[in-house]
């Protein structure tokens, strides 16, 4: 059974599909290298609603920032979670039972900000939440279990969020790797094979063509 992740069932009344995509041309270079205008075109879009997508995304914004360039002097460019953007302080809440494998700031402009990800026995997979409050690390211990549906976390404000316009970078992961309070949530096209078969797409359990049915309890 899958829980909601947030307080509200998501359908075609209070959400929306966005495309960050290096295809969408309205987002161009002035708005995504433009902090403002990118909150601004952000909120534009989603208007009241909650914004949804990108896994597998080609985006171009990440060319705005050090930290996604690589040493074969191209950039990771490729979306590997889904986001959902939203006002700060929504509260985010577990979508499986599990525990709290690790999680910390992941400072720096573009980044993750405050970072938990869960471990879930049953499905033996993780899920990695960016972008959230850093008020909400501040209780967490490694090990402490999360019911389903049990309340999470809260998306961040922008200056603790990476500098995003808020919202929540949800990502399932198979395989760790070894890492603690993060895991790529980005990969070049180079890396796409393998990115792409341990870290699936959450919309299939979700099922975004049934978000109402597959969001509740």
Not at 72 to 87: C, E, K, P, Q, V
Not at 99 to 122: D, M
Not at 155 to 170: D, I, K, Q, T
Not at 173 to 201: E, H, T, W
Request: aromatic content about 12%; glycine content about 8%.
């Amino acid at each position: 059974m899958i829980h909601r992740l947030f307080s509200e069932a998501l359908h075609v009344a209070n959400s929306v599909a966005l495309d960050l995509s290096a295809t969408n041309l309205n987002l161009n270079p002035s708005i995504y290298r433009n902090p403002k205008a990118f909150h601004a075109y952000i909120e534009a879009e989603i208007g009241s609603m909650i914004g949804y997508g990108g896994y597998l995304e080609h985006r171009v914004i990440y060319e705005t920032y050090e930290n996604f360039a690589t040493a074969s002097a191209d950039y990771r460019n490729i979306h590997l979670g889904m986001d959902f953007w939203t006002r700060a302080g929504t509260p985010v809440f577990a979508p499986l039972a599990g525990k709290v494998h690790s999680f910390q700031v992941n400072e720096g402009a573009g980044n993750y900000g405050p970072t938990i990800i869960l471990y879930h026995p049953a499905e033996n997979i993780y899920s990695l939440y960016g972008h959230v409050s850093r008020a909400d690390l501040e209780q967490l211990e490694i090990g402490s279990t999360f019911d389903l549906g049990q309340q999470l976390c809260h998306l961040g404000h922008p200056a603790e969020n990476g500098g995003w316009p808020p919202h929540l970078h949800f990502q399932l992961i198979k395989n760790m790797q070894g890492l603690k309070g993060d895991y790529p949530g980005v990969c070049s096209q180079r890396d796409l094979s393998f990115y792409a078969n341990n870290c699936p797409d959450p919309s299939i359990p979700i099922d975004l063509l049934n978000l109402q049915n597959n969001w509740t309890q």
